[in-house]
């Protein structure tokens, strides 16, 4: 994903990135392994701990911000989310789109379809791809614009 992320951005690293549900950061690690800088790691607590210890033993001199859900507001050149929104309730990943779509200029989904929503069915942007994932079968692989 990282290496997709580069590609796609031209190896602009002055980009803002947000990676929701970032689990333990392993995007953010490789994206700042290729010189990305400006990540910031969304997640809940008690994952976000778990992150933190990861990245400080890993990559001790990387300001990698953390926020939670709830304080997922600014603007970001791009929003990542990699196995999560369909897993979240419908509710919260409404909500979660909502906030991609003020918040982001690009929006990179990569989720499965087999539960009971899509992405494409509650976000609210402009889908320009959409194509079968390569790295895991049954995943989507879509990218959004701003309207």
């Given amino acids: 994903i990282a290496i997709r992320i580069t590609e796609a ?3 602009n690293k002055d980009i ?11 995007l953010p690690f490789y994206l700042r392994q290729l010189g990305f800088k400006n990540i910031t790691h969304i997640d ?13 033993i890993n990559m001790p001199d990387f300001d990698l911000k953390y926020i939670s859900p709830q304080e997922f507001t600014g603007k970001f050149d791009l929003v990542v989310n990699f196995d999560g929104l369909t897993t979240f309730s419908k509710k919260d990943a409404e909500e979660y789109s909502n906030k991609i779509s003020k918040n982001a200029s690009h929006f990179l989904s990569i989720n499965r379809e087999i539960d009971s929503f899509r992405v494409c069915d509650i ?7 959409r194509n079968p994932f390569w790295y895991r079968r049954g995943y989507i692989e879509e990218d959004y614009v701003r309207r």
Avoid: E, Q
């Fill in 9 to 11: 951005y031209w190896n």
């Fill in 16 to 26: 803002t990135i947000c990676d929701i549900g970032s689990g333990l950061g392993y």
């Fill in 44 to 56: 809940i607590p008690t994952i976000t701990v778990a992150a933190k210890y990861f990245m400080h």
């Fill in 123 to 129: 976000m609210n942007m402009k889908r320009i791809t």
